[in-house]
């Protein structure tokens, strides 16, 4: 199994940009995805996932209205739309799967190795 991110750069407050996650060795169908992140001197935190009992989507707070997780099945690909970039979402940003449907960072099963969004104000 392994998950591969893309999508990170540079952008400026207010700018978007879209991740993206590539998935091998498994069926999305039959995992939840999260996508978590990490930034410099932070714990890391969970910021959406879509589940894989219903296709539900689940946002932190501090993204909702501003990010969208989606997923095509048929490239195996789930994605990240953030819009409204802040700076404070400055970080490095991870996706993860889990056999459990569950959304929480301990209960992943894989880890891609993350892709860098710098957001400058």
């Known amino acids: 199994v392994k998950l591969v991110e893309s999508g990170g750069g540079l952008v400026q407050a207010g700018g978007s940009l879209r991740l993206s996650c590539a998935a091998s060795g498994l069926t999305l169908d039959d995992y939840a995805i999260g996508w978590f992140r990490q930034a410099p001197g932070k714990e890391r935190e969970g910021i959406s996932c879509?589940?894989?009992?219903?296709?539900?989507?689940h946002y932190l707070d501090s993204v909702k209205g501003r990010f969208t997780i989606s997923s095509d099945n048929a490239k195996n690909t789930v994605y990240l739309q953030m819009n409204s970039l802040k700076p404070e979402d400055t970080a490095v940003y991870y996706c993860?799967?889990?056999?459990?449907?569950?959304?929480?960072?301990?209960?992943?099963?894989?880890w891609g190795k993350g892709t860098l969004v710098t957001v400058s104000s």
């Open positions: 879509i589940s894989s009992s219903d296709s539900s989507a």
């Open positions: 993860a799967a889990s056999t459990s449907d569950t959304c929480t960072s301990e209960g992943m099963d894989c």
